[in-house]
């Protein structure tokens, strides 16, 4: 299928959006008015993480939008939850929609069998699903997302709202520099306005107009002139690529989805793909003031053949055409006070390095038709079936997979249970290592990554993360075995 005619269906796609927005209705029945910007942290204790957790549709104070959203616990984003490695996990899912729904615990290397990360399971409306692991003694300390993830119902669901931020402690958090600064977790969740049903279209892949920060539109962080700020970033949002810049600071990175880089890298800006998490320090300006954290232009729609422009793992500057527009402003830092500057750490954590595998696999991401459905998106020309093993693996091998985009806009591709490193983008090698779970595929790129099945048999999927695209067959199985 060529640009014009997928840009064509997209158009109409944005009808058939309102239809299944309507078609799937979420619940009502909320217990009242609560305010969106609160939050709650839920702590592990004496080893022991143990929440419930109600899903539902609630009424919420957001300013342009409906005035309704689906929260966990009646909150927007859901409560954050904080683990140790070593921990064991308790949650109870209380289903309150009139839509099946289960949980997801994206990026955890955790079995994805039985009541641990198993997205197979389907929890029917009105009915409870207890989840029950333990997080590894190994486990890297991150920030790490946990959401629905029921076939067929995940994008509206998420779309909605559902969602929340899962921080694991650890060796990062004990570097003396990064324990000094002052952290902020900031939720990144576009939000449908009144009278906005489909946003861009089910086929692009849903975006919303109100941009919210922790359930608030804009708001202000406050930080000690001088002084460190870690921010612990998380692009909650179905399909809305976020391209990050703060006004009049460099940006320096220390963490990716799957944990600590080896040092800090400068940036200027930063851009977050939907299931991504990054963590950066900045040095805030010793003469203080107010500066705006922008989310700038970005062109998810390419051609093929634009692959390269960008700088590699979704950092760095977006691809041609994504300056035209105009950059929004999702928060503002003001500095409070002064202290002493603070200094960067010079080092971090070591990566491990993968040693090159025996067995390359290819794994083409495009659109195209497919029998009953019509427009679907494909991997290796396959839309997802639930029955169908679509990759089997050996658990304890190490393998590299080429991830191909044929197709006219960019897709993240995002694995379950194992982390990944990016080994090259067409050909040229990735500059740094780093674990990621989400990986993006600009159109006309080849991206080769490096994965260990590590630990835990099962079955699990990799798909890409515009959930849209997911929902529209861009998914496939995995067997992990023994």
Not at 189 to 214: F, H, Q, T, Y
Not at 279 to 293: I, N, P
Not at 375 to 391: E, P
Not at 412 to 441: C, K, T
Request: glycine share 12%.
């Amino acid at each position: 299928m060529n640009r014009r005619s997928f840009l064509a269906l997209a158009a109409g796609g944005a009808a058939a959006a309102s239809a299944a927005a309507l078609r799937h209705g979420w619940a009502a029945g909320p217990r009242g008015s609560i305010n969106a910007a609160a939050t709650s942290l839920v702590r592990s204790q004496a080893g022991l993480l143990e929440v419930d957790l109600v899903a539902q549709e609630t009424p919420i104070r957001i300013p342009g939008t409906s005035g309704r959203a689906l929260t966990y616990n009646g909150l927007l984003p859901g409560p954050m939850l904080e683990l140790q490695p070593g921990d064991a996990v308790q949650i109870q899912l209380d289903n309150r929609l009139n839509q099946p729904t289960n949980l997801h615990y994206h990026g955890l290397h955790i079995p994805p069998s039985g009541t641990a990360d198993n997205v197979f399971l389907r929890v029917a409306p009105g009915q409870r699903q207890s989840y029950k692991f333990a997080l590894p003694d190994n486990h890297p300390a991150g920030l790490f997302y946990y959401h629905p993830h029921h076939h067929g119902t995940v994008a509206d669901q998420v779309f909605g709202g559902l969602g929340g931020a899962l921080l694991v402690r650890g060796d990062l958090d004990r570097i003396p520099e990064v324990q000094a600064a002052q952290e902020e977790v900031l939720v990144l969740k576009d939000l449908p306005a009144a009278n906005e049903r489909s946003g861009s279209g089910v086929m692009l892949g849903r975006e919303g107009s109100i941009l919210s920060v922790n359930g608030q539109v804009n708001p202000e962080l406050k930080v000690a002139a001088g002084g460190l700020l870690r921010l612990r970033l998380l692009n909650a949002s179905n399909a809305r690529f976020w391209r990050l810049a703060l006004e009049g600071h460099t940006m320096h990175l220390i963490a990716t989805d799957g944990g600590s880089l080896e040092q800090p890298l400068p940036l200027q800006e930063l851009l977050l793909v939907p299931g991504e998490r990054a963590d950066v320090l900045v040095q805030m300006a010793s003469e203080g003031g107010r500066f705006r954290l922008k989310n700038l232009p970005y062109r998810r729609l390419g051609r093929p053949g634009m692959g390269g422009m960008g700088m590699g793992m979704g950092m760095g500057m977006g691809r041609a055409g994504s300056g035209q527009g105009q950059a929004d402003v999702i928060a503002t830092v003001s500095t409070n006070g002064a202290v002493a500057p603070q200094p960067l750490p010079q080092r971090l954590l070591a990566v491990e390095e993968l040693p090159s595998p025996p067995r390359t696999r290819r794994f083409v991401m495009n659109h195209g038709m497919a029998p009953g459905m019509g427009v679907a998106f494909l991997i290796n020309g396959q839309s997802y079936n639930h029955a169908r093993i679509d990759t089997r693996v050996q658990l304890g091998d190490t393998e590299d997979w080429e991830l191909v985009n044929t197709g006219v806009m960019d897709h993240p591709f995002h694995l379950h249970v194992n982390p990944m490193q990016v080994i090259s983008r067409n050909g040229r090698p990735e500059p740094y290592r780093a674990w990621r779970d989400v990986v993006l595929v600009r159109a006309g790129e080849t991206v080769r990554v490096r994965i260990r099945f590590s630990d835990f048999a099962g079955k699990s999927v990799y798909h890409c993360h515009i959930l849209d695209h997911e929902e529209l067959g861009m998914m496939g199985n995995i067997l992990i075995e023994a």
